[in-house]
């Protein structure tokens, strides 16, 4: 395996932060669940508190190839409204990303800044599923842990795509139902009914709805579904 220092990142450092999101904003798509997540530390929308503890790991600053955030997201009571500081109900996540053709760098990566005796699960989403075998192999050969691997879907669209889904949608949806952009007043309801709600996810919500091409399914004037995409207009214009 190769031999890496990883060098640690201080995402207070504007400087540095920002090196790691152009490196991650020069692969899209790939690399954008891990650069939406870090831009919106930098914008402010999240704080270092929200994700506390955290790390941020490449494999060389001066020419990165490879980024690792190790992170934490305190649990929340039922209510969602008390928040519970119990350790034990952290959650704590790992979200990656690797220049192509360097696997090898991030297995070290991985390996040495991720505190593997604290991972239950892992959750793969399309991009990265295929480090799941050689994820799974590092753990079981090094025997860093027992985990359970699990993958989940995500579908990316751009703004072209989502208004020709909605036009088409249109066509073949009763009269009674409505389809329209959401607005800053649909927040609340969004955020009531979110299976994450916490004392942030209010805020991120109405920035992504002012942001981002976000459309609802209205029954009655009943918000009944939303669906949106994840690039917002600077994204848009940059490419």
Known sequence: MATVIPSQIDISNEESLRSVLNFLKAHFSESLQLWLLLDYVQRGFITKEHIWPHKLFVDDQDQIKCVVLVYSVIGFTIDHRLLDENKETSKRYVSFFCHPDNDHLLMTLLEQCVPWNQVDIIMYPNNGYR????ITSLVREKKLGDLNVHSA?????????????KAKIMQHIPPDITIRRLSVDDASFVNDHWEYKSIFSLGLIQYEIEHLPAFGAYHNEQLSYIFQSEQDDDLESSN
Not at 131 to 134: D, L, Q, R, V
Not at 154 to 165: C, G, K, V
Request: without cysteine; charged residues 25%.
């Open 131 to 134: 480090f799941s075998t050689m």
């Open 153 to 165: 879907s995500q579908i990316e669209i751009n703004r072209e795509t989502l208004e020709m889904t």
